[in-house]
């Protein structure tokens, strides 16, 4: 009988340890100042943050245990457990079979470990905290305070070690933005560039992203949010290309117009109000600047050009850290009025003016940005004037 490898500690962690334990201990320091003993951490990308673990199989229930005054302890279901071992530093586990109730085990694990009278909390934000799950921890448990927004505020701040990912990430979108660009002719479908968009992507490295792209051709691109659906392009027929990469969860974006044939004086002129607007908003970028300022500079453009009704979103939005459903962090931070956050240098942000004729074309484009001392590094070199394929 062949023997079975044995996946070593942290053999696959896409950080070292000594960068997770100083997230641990400022997330120790931040708990510690809400008067929070234990927290309890269940969405994939704040326990990727503090753990490198990560998974698809977030699905299924997965939390991290995390006192101010002892070790993290990780209840995993069996099937992950030798994920988690080789994704991160985590040694004490917690496995639950698939025929047990994942709240009992968490509630044996609290009561085992003496901690029923501190003080706990969860995330009650949470995408992946279900209602049946936290109604049954709380019953049990007969209170739980909110660490909402706690381990996210130290994910705003990006390490240098996380600045490079981003920057490795963008540059497979450059790959997929430039084939998918390409694939954009006459004949050619939305499937057709959307496969050069990913394929491209992924050869140049890109992991699964968290959100698919949202390019779509002909009318279909004045809808928010379209995706491709085996339209074939025609002539005057516009093209609206919007993607992530991926490189070990940090994710960077970027967005691109283009049209076959000639484009009508509108799309050219709400396209170079989107470049003027991008512009200005990256203009405005410094430390000490706020948010919505931001906003601000990008929405002063378009309004001055007549479009404030084509244009009913934030600027932009955070980026690093995701996992399906999406490839942003605007849970986090976003640019838009109200946000009074200021920048600081490290924090990344997808900046993606677009402007919609709705049910019949949508123009845009966008950058990912790092805020830096000074000011800003930009992550792609693809032109933004709108592409016209005659």
């Given amino acids: 009988m062949p ?164 920057e490795t990430a963008a540059s497979y979108v450059e790959a997929g933005m430039k084939a998918g660009l390409a694939a954009v002719k006459e004949g050619n479908s939305d499937n057709d560039f959307v496969a050069a968009m990913m394929g491209a992507a992924i050869t140049a490295g890109s992991e699964y992203v968290g959100m698919e792209p949202l390019a779509s051709s002909g009318p279909r691109t004045g809808i928010p949010h379209g995706t491709w659906r085996r339209h074939k392009l025609r002539s005057n027929d516009p093209a609206f290309l919007e993607m992530a990469g991926c490189h070990d969860r940090y994710h960077a974006a970027l967005m691109r117009s283009a049209w076959v044939g000639k484009p009508p004086g509108e799309a050219l002129a709400m396209n170079a109000t989107c470049q003027e607007g991008l512009q200005a908003a990256l203009d405005a970028i410094k430390p000490g600047v706020t948010c919505e300022a931001i906003h601000d500079a990008c929405q002063t453009v378009i309004d001055r050009d007549g479009f404030t009704e084509n244009f009913k979103k934030r600027t932009g939005y955070a980026v690093g850290v995701s996992f399906a459903p999406d490839w942003g962090e605007g849970g986090i931070l976003s640019l838009y ?38 000011g800003y590094k930009t992550l792609s070199s693809i032109p933004r004037d709108l592409l016209v394929i005659n």
């Fill in 3 to 166: 023997t079975q490898a044995v996946v070593q500690q942290g053999q696959e962690a896409v950080f070292p340890k000594e960068e997770i334990d100083n997230r641990v201990a400022r997330a120790r320091e931040a708990l510690a100042k809400q008067g929070i003993d234990i927290m309890i951490v269940t969405g994939p990308e704040n326990i990727f943050y503090l753990t490198g673990q990560q998974t698809p199989g977030y699905y299924t229930y997965q939390a991290l245990l995390l006192p101010v005054d002892a070790e993290p302890v990780f209840i995993v279901r069996q099937l992950e457990m030798n994920n988690l071992i080789a994704n991160s530093y985590v040694s004490d586990l917690e496995i639950y079979q698939d025929n047990a109730d994942p709240v009992d085990v968490t509630i044996k694990l609290i009561k085992s470990r003496g901690w029923s009278n501190k003080k706990i909390a969860i995330d009650e934000r949470g995408w992946f905290l279900p209602i049946s799950i936290y109604k049954a921890l709380l019953a049990n448990l007969g209170t739980l305070d909110n660490a909402a927004g706690i381990i996210e505020s130290l994910r705003v701040i990006k390490s240098p070690r996380e600045l490079a990912k981003l």
């Fill in 337 to 374: 009025t109200g946000v009074t956050r200021e920048l600081e240098a490290g924090m990344v942000f997808h900046i993606p003016p677009a402007l919609r004729r709705y049910g019949e074309f949508t123009v845009g484009v966008s950058e990912t940005v790092i805020v830096t001392e000074t």
